[in-house]
């Protein structure tokens, strides 16, 4: 069951006195998220929106949405980073944790996993609280490796497109903590290693790989696609958190050197309908990776380790295809 810290939304309230106040977060969590508004309403008697857009991370949080509803506060839930706040203080993550235990799938990876000495132990940020009670079960039979956080990250915990605690080449296989196949195949992807999801929730240890490198093949074929390409267009997000304007410059002169035609573009959503309506032969968006390599286009859409692995490739340089996203940041 998700547990959303409300006592820390209680006391930032009580500290600082909002007028109005926001919440977001994943949809899976609305429900519980509608719960915590009521609370709000009912104890400090103030107005609670509830940001209903899709929300994907701790990039997307949508302050925009909060500050067109004169919110002072936004409370971001579920997406916890190791920095608490954030735009001076006017969006606030809060944790959101799963009190589901691990103990009964992790004695099941004893014998899937017996072949491996050391093990790198991850996970999202719904399960970091169950980190030191699987370590100290698999510690029995593994020597058990916790990867240092950096950046947004904490200690063990990843991103769809942050991988810093899994950068460590002492690791035979990874274990993530979860039932996101999304964040476990980015661990698979950017360390070449087996990867194992161990999921409470139908007691099952999955392994990871196979799924990994079919999206792994599909974004490679993407790169070569797109050598032939005269049009590009450079997708810029707009969401708070995907808009990056420093790569554009770089990414722009290099195709140009390469006489190809570049137009720029911004998005709030980059999808298949909307890149349809521009005439171009490829994109290059540099908003979300995982937009690019989760997701089937009907022409190249690269994320920026795809662009900057088919950069080479128009300079005559051999692709390596293990090392285009074994990088511990794809942004």
């Known amino acids: 069951m998700i547990k959303i810290d409300e ?19 994943p949809e899976g969590l609305f429900r519980e998220i509608e719960k915590v508004a009521d609370k709000i309403m009912d104890k400090f008697g103030i107005e609670v929106y509830i940001i209903g857009d899709t929300c994907y ?59 491996y000495k050391n093990i790198g132990l991850v ?8 980190i030191n009670n699987v370590r100290s079960i698999l510690s029995k039979r593994f020597n058990v490796i916790i990867g240092k956080g950096k950046g ?33 195949a980015g661990v698979a992807m950017v360390t070449n290693k087996p990867t194992f999801m161990l999921d409470p929730y139908f007691n099952e240890v999955k392994e990871v790989n196979t799924f990994a490198n079919t999206l792994k093949k599909r974004s490679i ?11 590009f267009g450079i997708v810029v997000g707009l969401k ?40 171009m032969d490829a994109f290059i968006q540099i908003a979300c990776p995982r937009i690019s390599i989760d997701n089937p286009f009907k022409k190249p859409v690269l994320s920026i380790p795809q662009a900057y692995a088919l950069l080479d490739l128009l300079d005559g340089k051999e692709l390596e295809i293990d090392k285009v996203f074994n990088i511990p940041h794809w942004l």
């Open 57 to 115: 991370g701790s990039c997307d949080i949508n302050l925009h949405a909060a500050e067109m509803v004169n919110a002072d506060i936004l409370f971001h839930v579920a997406h916890t980073i190791s920095m608490k706040e954030m735009f001076n203080g006017k969006v606030v993550m809060i944790n959101a944790f799963d009190d589901i235990k691990f103990d009964s799938v992790v004695v099941k990876c004893f014998d899937i996993l017996s072949n």
């Open 7 to 25: 006592d820390t939304i209680f006391n930032i309230i009580k500290e600082r006195k909002p007028r109005r106040v926001a919440i977001n977060g």
């Open 221 to 231: 074929l993407s790169i070569y696609k797109a050598v032939d390409a005269k049009r």
């Open 152 to 184: 947004q990250l904490n200690d063990a915990q990843v991103f769809g497109c942050e991988f810093y605690p899994v950068y460590n080449s002492d690791v035979d296989a990874y274990i993530f903590l979860g039932q996101s196949m999304f964040h476990a």
């Open 123 to 130: 996970t999202d940020s719904q399960h970091l609280m169950e």
């Open 240 to 279: 708070e958190g995907q808009l990056m304007l420093n790569r554009v410059a770089t990414i722009k002169k290099r195709l140009e050197e390469h006489e190809k035609i570049v137009r720029l573009i911004a998005l709030t959503n980059i999808t298949e309908d909307r890149l349809q309506l521009f005439d």
